[in-house]
């Protein structure tokens, strides 16, 4: 599966408010793969020096990495598909 | 699968047995007493709440084609706030007691409906929902010290939640969703859990 980076701008954004995020994007890519369209919300790292916010998602496209964000009412400014590397690919 | 986690799955069931495109605080109250209820019954302090009485039908599983939902701005808000209780409380999880306490002040909807009929107040709630960890963790204790579950091939699900460092409750989701397999004595109210089932529900690490 691809991975996708989903960008978020979230000014004043605290730690408690990350949690409740990423509880509800775990629960709705655990129902979208229930439903048939496997997405998995992967990790995320937040940026406090810009309040912007980074997730990697899997899945098999951007339009379904999208609905899983709009599922779980979580707003983002944008979303690519990313190509990992690792040091031991290198 | 965390306690979170079978709240929010359990909420969304609700959601979609109703047929709703949005999953709502209701929703979300519904699934904290599925996952903390036995045989359709959530006890919270002296209250007993039927979930047949909510119209929650807690056997039945999802089937055939149902909407996708998505959380209301107001389930947003709920887990908002659950999270900042537990992090109040020094815990970075949210647990389905903080779910719970985060409806203590909620007038509207089913916890408006709750309160009217059970003649619950804000206090008298957050002080249920407050013990609600301590009794299974007496639960817990009890069980532990009075047998050598160490041993025994066949655990009561208190045990069997030991046995993995879980929550009870984590335990009893499990054996409702069958995702471990129970055994009922027969003729009893009693179930009980293979030692070696509990393998089945841990997952390896992907490198």
Same mark, same amino acid.
């Given at each position: 599966?691809?991975?996708?980076?989903?960008?978020?701008?979230?000014?004043?954004?605290?730690?408690?408010?990350?949690?409740?995020?990423?509880?509800?994007?775990?629960?709705?890519?655990?129902?979208?793969?229930?439903?048939?369209?496997?997405?998995?919300?992967?990790?995320?790292?937040?940026?406090?020096?810009?309040?912007?916010?980074?997730?990697?998602?899997?899945?098999?496209?951007?339009?379904?990495?999208?609905?899983?964000?709009?599922?779980?009412?979580?707003?983002?400014?944008?979303?690519?598909?990313?190509?990992?590397?690792?040091?031991?690919?290198? | 699968?965390?306690?979170?986690?079978?709240?929010?799955?359990?909420?969304?069931?609700?959601?979609?047995?109703?047929?709703?495109?949005?999953?709502?605080?209701?929703?979300?109250?519904?699934?904290?007493?599925?996952?903390?209820?036995?045989?359709?019954?959530?006890?919270?302090?002296?209250?007993?709440?039927?979930?047949?009485?909510?119209?929650?039908?807690?056997?039945?599983?999802?089937?055939?084609?149902?909407?996708?939902?998505?959380?209301?701005?107001?389930?947003?808000?709920?887990?908002? #706030?659950?999270?900042? $209780?537990?992090? %109040?409380?020094? +815990?970075?999880?949210?647990?389905?007691? =903080?779910?719970? @306490?985060?409806?203590?002040?909620?007038?509207?909807?089913?916890?408006?409906?709750?309160? #009217?009929?059970?003649? $619950?107040?804000? %206090?008298?709630? +957050?002080?249920?929902?407050?013990?609600? =960890?301590?009794? @299974?963790?007496?639960?817990?204790?009890?069980?532990?010290?009075?047998?050598?579950?160490?041993?025994?091939?066949?655990?009561?699900?208190?045990?069997?939640?030991?046995?993995?460092?879980?929550?009870?409750?984590?335990?009893?989701?499990?054996?409702?969703?069958?995702?471990?397999?129970?055994?009922?004595?027969?003729?009893?109210?009693?179930?009980?859990?293979?030692?070696?089932?509990?393998?089945?529900?841990?997952?390896?690490?992907?490198?």
């Amino acid at each position: 599966m691809a991975v996708f980076v989903v960008t978020r701008d979230l000014p004043g954004v605290t730690p408690e408010l990350l949690q409740s995020a990423g509880m509800r994007a775990k629960s709705c890519c655990a129902e979208m793969t229930g439903e048939g369209q496997p997405v998995r919300w992967v990790r995320s790292f937040f940026l406090p020096e810009s309040s912007q916010t980074h997730c990697y998602f899997e899945g098999p496209s951007k339009a379904v990495v999208e609905e899983a964000n709009q599922r779980a009412n979580i707003p983002f400014t944008r979303i690519f598909e990313v190509v990992e590397m690792t040091p031991e690919m290198v | 699968m965390s306690v979170s986690d079978l709240v929010a799955s359990f909420a969304i069931f609700a959601a979609k047995q109703e047929g709703s495109e949005e999953v709502t605080p209701d929703h979300i109250l519904l699934g904290c007493l599925r996952t903390i209820s036995r045989f359709g019954i959530a006890r919270i302090g002296p209250w007993g709440v039927d979930l047949e009485a909510l119209g929650v039908d807690w056997i039945r599983r999802p089937e055939g084609p149902t909407p996708k939902v998505a959380y209301s701005s107001a389930a947003v808000e709920l887990f908002d #706030r659950a999270a900042r $209780i537990a992090g %109040a409380e020094g +815990r970075r999880k949210v647990e389905v007691s =903080d779910l719970l @306490a985060a409806f203590a002040g909620e007038e509207r909807g089913l916890m408006g409906r709750l309160k #009217r009929r059970h003649g $619950i107040t804000n %206090a008298s709630w +957050r002080t249920a929902i407050s013990r609600i =960890d301590e009794d @299974a963790t007496e639960s817990r204790k009890r069980s532990t010290n009075g047998s050598e579950s160490g041993e025994r091939e066949y655990l009561t699900p208190e045990e069997a939640a030991e046995a993995l460092g879980i929550h009870v409750q984590t335990m009893r989701g499990y054996i409702r969703t069958e995702r471990v397999p129970a055994f009922r004595l027969a003729g009893e109210r009693a179930i009980r859990i293979r030692r070696s089932d509990l393998e089945k529900i841990l997952e390896p690490l992907k490198g």
